[in-house]
């Protein structure tokens, strides 16, 4: 599974064990036929650090695949916890402002200190790991802040607590959920000012863990729902709804017991829900 605009199969793809141990010139080799495509860049280029820490390659799940695959210009996303729809975002948007010229991104976190995290971890970590070709000319940075960083083709991305002026081409709201049910004013901020600063036409990322049937997210999540339902073609102001739940993803599982599943009267009536709600049908190991 590709997006559309995937130029390259995954058979040209690097494995891990090249993007770490070839060296800048036979890197340089490998990569130089495909990168002009943003998907391969977007799979082969990127190290992050993983939930242990560890230096890895970035490559989209199933889950991160499918956003990227079926996305529109505005996105809101419901999500299950733990399922790296943050980092992928966050490398797709410093791809995208590294490779197009004049492009404002930013990143809303829930606070200053998260937004100087979300930098640091998000941002700058993977930049920073880059082959040191592809951060010269355009590429090479002009600024840098605690927060922020703009390249020589002027493109910049920035994280803060809300953009209220200015043009943005891509925004992405991180966890607005719990912004809606611990900040409402901010959450009402992002709502008049932010998605205000995003031009007709560029993209919008909102993507969150449910955090009560009230608040800014809630409303937009079902507003985009009851939309998707309808079958309508979605115009260039309206939000497609994406839902990624956690028995969708395939590490949320665990060994059954030796002596089987012992489950609490309401455990099993949460699991028989959740089937019904959703037309699956869960295996022991998912509900382990």
């Known amino acids: 599974m590709q997006p559309k605009l995937a130029k390259y199969p995954k058979s040209t793809w690097l494995t891990p064990e090249e993007r770490f141990e070839l060296d800048e010139v036979e890197l340089l080799e490998r990569c130089e036929p495909y990168i002009d495509c943003w998907w391969w860049r977007l799979n082969n280029l990127y190290i992050i650090a993983d939930e242990k820490g560890r230096e890895v390659l970035f490559r989209c799940r199933i889950a991160q695949t499918v956003l990227f695959v079926t996305m529109w210009f505005l996105n809101i996303i419901l999500k299950a916890r733990q399922l790296g729809f943050s980092t992928a975002i966050q490398v797709f948007i410093l791809d995208h402002a590294m490779f197009n010229d004049n492009r404002q991104c930013g990143v809303i976190a829930q606070g200053k200190e998260e937004a100087s995290a979300i930098f640091s971890s998000k941002i700058l970590y993977p930049y920073e790991r880059l082959p040191s070709w592809l951060k010269t000319g355009k590429r090479s940075v002009k600024s840098k802040t605690g927060t922020g960083i703009k390249f020589n083709n002027d493109s910049w991305v920035r994280v803060a607590v809300s953009f209220r002026s200015g043009t943005l081409q891509v925004l992405h709201v991180s966890e607005y959920g719990k912004i809606c049910a611990n900040y409402p004013l901010r959450a009402d901020e992002v709502q008049s000012g932010s998605l205000n600063a995003v031009h007709e036409g560029s993209y919008i990322f909102i993507e969150s863990t449910a955090e009560g049937a009230s608040g800014n997210f809630f409303d937009m999540s079902v507003d985009a729902m009851e939309l998707l339902a309808t079958g309508l073609a979605l115009g260039p102001q309206d939000f497609k709804f994406h839902f990624y739940p956690w028995f969708d993803d ?29 037309g699956a049908k869960l295996t022991d190991e998912q509900i382990s």
């Open 250 to 278: 395939p590490k949320y599982v665990a060994p059954v017991p030796p002596g089987g599943l012992k489950l609490s009267k309401e455990k099993a009536k949460y699991f028989k829900a959740v089937e019904k709600a959703n």
